[in-house]
């Protein structure tokens, strides 16, 4: 079927956030169980629950337009999802959580670009309270991304040490490299 106005390209758009967060509920409890690190199983669990009033906001604005919010699969979604877990099943005990860390990043930064757009379409065809819901959820799914980098900053040196000392490498240079790293890391952090 042809697309013929922006309102159904909005419409499109909604459903296809609607697959992407159902997508996500259900994959979300894997990565946690999962996750290494405390810190980052509760973030993930704090957003699995976030995930679930974002479905319900665009079961509401759906419902305001008289149109279904199950109507497509987002395809893109779903590649992100099995690329992510394809990684996170490869990978040994020592870098999954830096490897969770790439996969929901990706994920997050693709919902973003989608709410953007959904969210300027909203305000363009007028449906203000719908655009407010829509930046709402892109917000909070800045917050989700950011808190994500803050825990890399972590996580990663650590998947770096560990994997240096796995393979032995745990020299005194070594060992002043990973300082290095991790003084570089701070430094980026205060940087950003
Ligand atoms: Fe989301």
Redesign the pocket.
């Known amino acids: 079927m042809t697309t013929n106005s922006l309102q159904e390209l909005y419409v499109e758009q909604l459903q296809d956030l609607y697959s ?2 159902q997508q ?1 509920i259900k994959a979300l409890p894997k990565m946690i169980e999962a996750s290494q690190s405390d810190e980052l199983s509760s973030a993930l669990k704090e957003h699995l629950e ?2 679930k009033k ?1 479905a319900n906001r665009i079961e509401t604005i759906c419902q305001e337009l008289g149109e279904e919010p199950e109507n497509e699969k987002c395809k893109g979604m779903e590649g992100a999802l099995r690329e992510g877990s394809d990684l996170v099943k490869d990978v040994a005990e020592e870098v999954r959580d830096a490897a969770i860390i790439a996969a929901a990043q990706r994920v997050e930064h693709y ?1 973003m670009a989608g709410y953007g757009t959904a969210r300027t379409y909203a305000n363009l065809l007028g449906f203000e309270e719908a655009a407010s819901m829509l930046e709402q ?1 892109l917000e ?2 800045k917050e989700a991304d950011q808190t994500l980098s803050d825990l890399a900053e972590e996580l990663n040196v650590e998947a770096l040490e560990a994997g240096r000392s796995a393979e032995g490498e745990e020299t005194e240079q070594g060992t002043e490299r990973g300082a290095r790293a991790k003084k570089s890391a701070s430094r980026g952090k205060r940087a950003a």
């Open positions: 992407a967060e996500i976030v995930t974002q919902e959820t909070e799914e």
